[in-house]
């Protein structure tokens, strides 16, 4: 494949799936920029949720090792699947509270209509775009585009997070949040001097960086070879669920709670991230009743914030399996190992992004060995079902040995549900981006461990020191290479 050709579809890829694009493109808004010393953050305004207040910072001891996820509260060691059934609502709380912040309960009213069908690939493949409905009085909703073989099935059913289904609406969204960056200002650091207003829907199709219009065609070609092994694919726009803008309003509060499923749980203080990966569970939800779709096989993906969505989603909803692509910070990183290798903290996360994780995080910055739990938290709640981590070797965002010591920190939860064996990891040759590789290191992941086929590979590698120097020195080697030079 030529280099202009590999850079186009890898572009697509990340369209698709949510990667950090040009605002122009995506329906989500992102702001970072390193915080100015000696400029104040101004509070956010407590949410008051069920769950009601749990010690803080100062009232926690400091655990420089991983929490073990095999300990009880009361210092229980858990030996019986009895025991880790109380052990998981233990985690769950502690991360709800701490982590990602409290969701509203499944809805259970989930209805679907079909919008649009129609074929793609020579007839090879089938599209409908279903518009959901639920939540109080059915008011909230959700469009999806469901992909499958138009021959045979049930068929596993990988959802991805990340853009707009081919023929969706794209829906109103906030106006952009004050410029930060040349101010070196984080998002704790901004109001809006005004109300926030919603800005008109952007006419016509989304349209990929070249112009071209996402269509069922475009987004089919990406997943041919998914199609090809038997699955279904399933896409859906994360920020639909929620806005994914750091703008805050005049009270300090963040706007995004006044957009999508947020206003019709005011109570509860969930994140971001939380919010995309109840969207997931929506969707699982009406694909149990879809005939075409295997409703023992949802498979979540995403990449970059929607991988760390998808990891959140798989912990949180027993009837998903976890393939997280690209996470960086706050994802399969345990916050206690990463920084090294330029690889993002707690500190960046909770300053650049507070808006994606619960309230209550915040405070910790500085202070990661005060933390009750680290991100193998996450993954131990997946157990036993299959979970695969999809990395890059030259993503210096994220740190191979801490998304190791996450792995090894959940491998005991597995191991006890006898399904050790079923969490792994992946590290492809590409930085923070999908490839074809990536897809394929998933299917063979789950056509093992979920599908029961004979798959002659392991999923146990992690990249050595001089592994990751080479594949950065590679990168940039090719990089001047292919950039022009001035005349």
């Given at each position: 494949?030529s280099?202009w050709?590999?850079?186009?579809?890898?572009?697509?890829?990340?369209?698709?799936?949510?990667?950090?694009?040009?605002?122009?493109?995506?329906?989500?808004?992102?702001?970072?920029?390193?915080?100015?010393?000696?400029?104040?953050?101004?509070?956010?305004?407590?949410?008051k949720?069920?769950?009601?207040?749990?010690?803080?910072?100062?009232?926690?001891?400091?655990?420089?090792?991983?929490?073990?996820?095999m300990?009880?509260?009361?210092?229980?060691?858990?030996?019986?699947?009895?025991?880790?059934?109380?052990?998981r609502?233990?985690?769950?709380?502690?991360?709800?509270?701490?982590?990602?912040?409290?969701?509203?309960?499944?809805p259970?009213?989930?209805?679907?209509?079909?919008v649009?069908?129609?074929?793609?690939?020579?007839?090879?493949?089938?599209?409908?775009?279903?518009?959901?409905?639920?939540?109080?009085?059915?008011?909230?909703?959700?469009?999806?585009?469901v992909?499958?073989?138009a021959?045979?099935?049930?068929?596993?059913?990988?959802?991805?997070?990340?853009?707009?289904?081919?023929?969706?609406k794209?829906?109103?969204?906030?106006?952009?949040?004050?410029a930060?960056?040349?101010?070196?200002?984080?998002?704790?650091?901004?109001?809006?001097p005004?109300?926030?207003?919603?800005?008109?829907?952007?006419?016509?199709?989304?349209?990929?960086?070249?112009?071209?219009?996402?269509?069922t065609?475009?987004?089919?070609?990406?997943?041919?070879?998914?199609?090809?092994?038997?699955?279904?694919?399933?896409?859906?726009?994360?920020?639909?669920?929620?806005?994914?803008?750091?703008?805050?309003?005049?009270?300090?509060?963040?706007?995004?709670?006044?957009?999508?499923f947020f206003?019709?749980?005011?109570?509860?203080?969930?994140?971001?991230?939380?919010?995309?990966?109840?969207?997931?569970s929506?969707?699982?939800?009406?694909l149990?009743?879809d005939?075409?779709?295997?409703?023992?096989?949802?498979?979540?993906?995403?990449?970059?914030r929607c991988?760390?969505a998808?990891?959140v989603?798989?912990a949180?909803?027993d009837?998903?399996m976890?393939?997280?692509?690209?996470?960086?910070?706050?994802?399969m990183?345990?916050?206690?190992?990463a920084?090294?290798?330029?690889?993002?903290?707690?500190?960046?996360?909770?300053?650049?992004?507070?808006?994606?994780?619960s309230?209550?995080?915040?405070?910790f910055?500085?202070?990661?060995?005060?933390?009750?739990f680290?991100?193998?938290?996450?993954?131990?709640?997946?157990a036993?079902?299959?979970?695969?981590?999809?990395?890059?070797?030259?993503?210096?965002?994220?740190?191979?040995?801490?998304?190791?010591?996450?792995?090894?920190?959940?491998?005991?939860?597995?191991?006890?549900?006898?399904?050790?064996?079923?969490i792994?990891?992946?590290?492809?040759?590409?930085?923070h981006?999908?490839?074809?590789e990536?897809?394929?290191?998933?299917?063979?992941f789950?056509?093992?461990?979920?599908?029961?086929?004979?798959?002659d590979?392991?999923?146990d590698?992690?990249?050595?020191?001089?592994?990751l120097?080479?594949?950065?020195?590679?990168?940039?080697?090719?990089?001047?290479?292919?950039?022009?030079?001035?005349?």
């Open positions: 494949m280099l050709k590999h850079l186009r579809l890898s572009i697509i890829l990340a369209l698709v799936l949510g990667l950090e694009m040009p605002a122009t493109i995506t329906r989500g808004q992102q702001v970072g920029a390193p915080a100015a010393p000696n400029v104040p953050e101004i509070p956010v305004p407590r949410v949720a069920p769950m009601g207040v749990l010690p803080g910072v100062n009232e926690l001891p400091v655990r420089n090792e991983m929490p073990d996820v300990v009880m509260n009361d210092g229980t060691k858990v030996t019986t699947v009895q025991q880790w059934q109380k052990r609502e233990e985690i769950r709380k502690i991360l709800e509270y701490y982590a990602v912040g409290q969701a509203p309960p499944a259970g009213n989930v209805k679907g209509k079909e649009l069908s129609e074929t793609a690939l020579d007839g090879k493949v089938k599209y409908r775009l279903v518009h959901l409905t639920f939540g109080p009085e059915e008011k909230l909703s959700l469009d999806i585009g992909f499958t073989p021959q045979g099935g049930p068929f596993p059913a990988v959802i991805m997070m990340g853009s707009a289904p081919p023929g969706s794209a829906l109103p969204r906030l106006t952009a949040p004050p930060s960056s040349g101010r070196g200002l984080s998002p704790m650091q901004i109001v809006s005004v109300a926030p207003s919603s800005e008109a829907a952007p006419e016509g199709p989304t349209r990929d960086i070249f112009g071209s219009p996402i269509t065609q475009s987004v089919a070609n990406q997943f041919t070879d998914l199609f090809a092994r038997g699955y279904a694919v399933v896409v859906f726009c994360y920020t639909d669920c929620g806005e994914d803008t750091t703008l805050r309003n005049p009270d300090g509060s963040w706007a995004f709670r006044n957009t999508r206003q019709a749980y005011p109570n509860y203080d969930w994140g971001l991230l939380r919010a995309w990966a109840w969207g997931s929506r969707i699982a939800d009406y149990a009743t005939r075409v779709i295997d409703k023992s096989r949802f498979i979540i993906t995403g990449a970059s991988g760390k998808a990891m989603a798989a949180f909803d009837r998903l976890g393939a997280p692509m690209v996470t960086g910070g706050g994802g990183g345990a916050y206690r190992f920084g090294p290798r330029k690889s993002e903290t707690l500190e960046k996360m909770v300053r650049n992004f507070p808006n994606w994780f309230p209550n995080l915040h405070e910055s500085g202070h990661k060995e005060k933390l009750p680290d991100q193998h938290w996450f993954l131990a709640l997946a036993p079902r299959p979970f695969i981590a999809l990395e890059g070797d030259t993503d210096t965002i994220s740190l191979p040995e801490a998304v190791k010591q996450s792995i090894l920190g959940a491998q005991p939860a597995y191991a006890l549900l006898g399904a050790k064996d079923r792994g990891v992946n590290y492809a040759k590409h930085g981006a999908v490839t074809l990536d897809w394929t290191a998933l299917m063979d789950f056509d093992k461990y979920s599908r029961g086929k004979k798959i590979r392991a999923f590698r992690f990249p050595t020191e001089a592994e120097d080479a594949a950065l020195q590679a990168a940039e080697a090719e990089r001047k290479a292919a950039t022009p030079k001035k005349q």
